[in-house]
């Protein structure tokens, strides 16, 4: 089964952008859409947005102004970055891929999480 | 957009039922059948349990089900185990390509 893994940077200073990067395990990236969900501690599940293997993207209305996403189907990966981090932006986040292609819905396939603290 | 409304806890006994709502408007729950469901343990990423409304994906016991009365949607557990104690999350589609999440609930298993 396809596995999913964030990587990135653990630490960002405020003001800074947060970047990340989730790797596909296998070449079944094509015609998915991947999203980003966050997790602050001790809280909910925020959908952050997604990216689609041809390039479309759809971001929360109320991140929109500082996230961008991006695929690299040379490296079965896709990224997130945040922009002007605050302490707001410090969270879990998770990378994710729905049960069907072509369709965001769903979240199935999940990444492990990684942690991203925004402090100086 | 607001997150949808959860009941912050829900509990029941092993073998008893336990139903979670999740109350939104006609913009997202009422709105679309794209209606997923979420079991989260703690320290681990939440895993699918229910699709479009009432959809099961494999390897999910039939336990778990799902459905929708206008703006709010329900997520069922029948037979409670203990392993279900976690928390629980509905989203929806919220129309213009965005999703948005519930609040959450913690179910407790007595």
């Known amino acids: 089964q396809v596995q999913l893994q964030e990587s990135g940077p653990g630490l960002v200073k405020p003001s800074e952008t947060l970047s990340l990067t989730c790797s596909v395990s296998?070449?079944?990236?094509?015609?998915?859409?991947f999203s980003w969900i966050r997790q602050p501690p001790g809280g909910g599940l925020e959908w952050i947005g997604y990216?689609?293997?041809?390039?479309?993207?759809s971001y929360s209305p109320s991140l929109k102004s500082r996230v961008t996403m991006s695929v690299d189907k040379s490296k079965n990966q896709f990224s997130l970055k945040l922009s002007s981090g605050t302490a707001a932006d410090t969270a879990v986040y998770y990378c994710?891929?729905?049960?069907?292609?072509?369709?965001?819905?769903?979240?199935?396939?999940w990444g492990q999480g990684t942690l991203v603290t925004v402090s100086s | 957009q607001s997150a949808l409304t959860q009941p912050p806890s829900a509990s029941g006994s092993p073998g008893q039922s336990v139903t979670i709502s999740c109350t939104g408007s006609?913009?997202?729950?009422?709105?679309?059948?794209?209606v997923s469901w979420y079991q989260q343990h703690p320290g681990k990423a939440p895993k699918l349990m229910i699709y479009?409304?009432?959809k099961r994906p494999s390897g999910v016991p039939d336990r778990f089900s799902g459905s929708k009365s206008g703006n709010t949607a329900s997520l069922t557990v029948s037979g409670l185990q203990a392993e279900d104690e976690a928390d629980y999350y509905c989203?929806?589609?919220?129309?213009?390509?965005?999703?948005?999440f519930g609040t959450g609930t913690k179910v407790t298993v007595l």
């Open positions: 994710a891929r729905p049960v069907a292609v072509n369709n965001p819905d769903a979240f199935h396939i």
């Open positions: 296998d070449a079944s990236m094509r015609n998915y859409y």
């Open positions: 990216v689609h293997y041809d390039g479309y993207t």
């Open positions: 006609s913009s997202d729950v009422g709105g679309y059948n794209h």
């Open positions: 479009e409304v009432n």
């Open positions: 989203n929806s589609y919220a129309g213009s390509n965005n999703y948005v």
